[in-house]
Each structure stands twice: as structure tokens, then as C-alpha cells.
T-cell receptor, first 114, second 116 residues
């Protein structure tokens, strides 16, 4: 357990509204990631961060932005939510060195865009 | 680009029997890491096992072992003595670094159902 929390855990929002999901970790992990999980697709990378203010795009980054101003927080923003962004969003972190080599996952946020 | 293929959408296994979940991968990187995660119906992602591309021996963690066949680019998960609590979705994933700090690429998953 890497002390990862995600907020909110559930959210219903309307098309066109901005939404921000928060990932908070207490382990001082340098590496953080945002994935989305959709049926039939497994998990896909949205954005990732290798440190404060060091972020990069993943496979499905269109419509999303991220910010990391503190080591412990990684924010995912949907600028204008669309129904295609209805998904379960997972944040993950990775320890600064290893082993262990695993990525630790937060509990997920279920987002519904109506 | 890296790719993970899990060809079994769903599988059934009798309690106390062993089961193998298939995973093949594609990468041109010489260094990479392979991971298996379990996702029960409650939704959390649970790390099971890791194999580095240069590891000579198959990884084992309790009832889990990873059958690593590098030439065939396969990384199958073997669960011995299945338990009802093993019923879950299982994901194979890989990173482009041995240390796993690069983002993971996931397969689509295999849903395992353990029958009493």
C-alpha cells in the first residue's frame, strides 16, 4: 500500500463541464501516472510525470491535461468533459528506486459524463 | 511500439486445480519488465508478480509463477491450487524499462472464474 488516495471516488457531470481529478500520495514517489480503464481496452495511459513540473502525454491524452506542482499531488483535468470520457480513472505511482519494481495503484475514480 | 496480447477473454478453473493465463508481448527493446496484476470485482489493482527481461529464472511469488519464454515473447501466469478468491480479472503489462518506472502497457485482460 503506497498511501495513494484519489478524489472524488465517484462523479457524475454534464457534457461540456470542466472536471479535475486529484491523486494524492504520501510516499514521496517521484513517478506518477494516470490511466483510464474501459471495457474491452484494459488500462491505457493518459499522462505521466517523472517529477514536479515534468509531465508527458500518453496514448489517450486528447482532451486531458495534467499538473504536478508538488511531489504528492498529480491532477488530471478534463477541460470540457465528453461522454467518451466516461470511464474509471486510476492513478499510479512508482517508487524512486527499486526493487520492488511495481507500480502502486490508487482505488480509482468512476466518472460518468451525461 | 510495445504491445501486450491476452487471447483468453474468459476462463474457468476448478478449485484446487492449476491454471495458466496466456500473455504474449511485442517489443524491440532489449530491456523491459513484465508484470501481472489482479483486479477483483471490488476494482482495485493488485500487483502479483514481476519478471525482468534479463532474468534467467522464472519469477515466483507464492502460488503465482511467471512462465517466461523470451524467444517466444510469452509471459504466462500460472496459478497453482486455485482458490475461490482467485476469481478476478487478470492483466498482463509491460514497461520499457527493467525498473518499471516507465508507463505500463496493458493487455485487455482475462477474466478468471474459479468453480467450487
Amino acid at each position: 500500500d503506497a498511501g495513494i488516495t484519489q478524489s472524488p471516488r465517484h462523479k457524475v457531470t454534464e457534457t461540456g463541464t470542466p472536471v479535475t481529478l486529484r491523486c494524492h500520495q504520501t510516499e514521496n514517489h517521484r513517478y506518477m501516472y494516470w490511466y483510464r480503464q474501459d471495457p474491452g481496452h484494459g488500462l491505457r495511459l493518459i499522462h505521466y510525470s517523472y517529477g514536479v513540473k515534468d509531465t508527458d502525454k500518453g496514448e489517450v491524452s486528447d482532451g486531458y491535461s495534467v499538473s504536478r506542482s508538488k511531489t504528492e499531488d498529480f491532477l488530471l483535468t478534463l477541460e470540457s468533459a465528453t461522454s467518451s470520457q466516461t470511464s474509471v480513472y486510476f492513478c499510479a505511482t512508482r517508487a524512486n528506486s527499486g526493487p520492488p519494481y511495481e507500480q502502486y495503484f490508487g482505488p480509482g475514480t468512476r466518472l460518468t459524463v451525461t | 511500439a510495445q504491445k501486450i496480447t491476452q487471447t483468453q477473454p474468459g476462463m474457468f478453473v476448478q478449485e484446487k486445480e492449476a491454471v495458466t493465463l496466456d500473455c504474449t508481448y511485442d517489443t524491440s527493446d532489449p530491456s523491459y519488465g513484465l508484470f501481472w496484476y489482479k483486479q477483483p470485482s471490488s476494482g482495485e489493482m493488485i500487483f502479483l508478480i514481476y519478471q525482468g527481461s534479463y532474468d534467467q529464472q522464472n519469477a515466483t511469488e507464492g502460488r503465482y509463477s511467471l512462465n517466461f519464454q523470451k524467444a517466444r515473447k510469452s509471459a504466462n501466469l500460472v496459478i497453482s491450487a486455485s482458490q475461490l478468491g482467485d476469481s478476478a480479472m487478470y492483466f498482463c503489462a509491460m514497461s520499457s524499462s527493467l525498473s518499471g518506472n516507465t508507463p505500463l502497457v496493458f493487455g485487455k485482460g482475462t477474466r478468471l472464474s474459479v468453480i467450487a
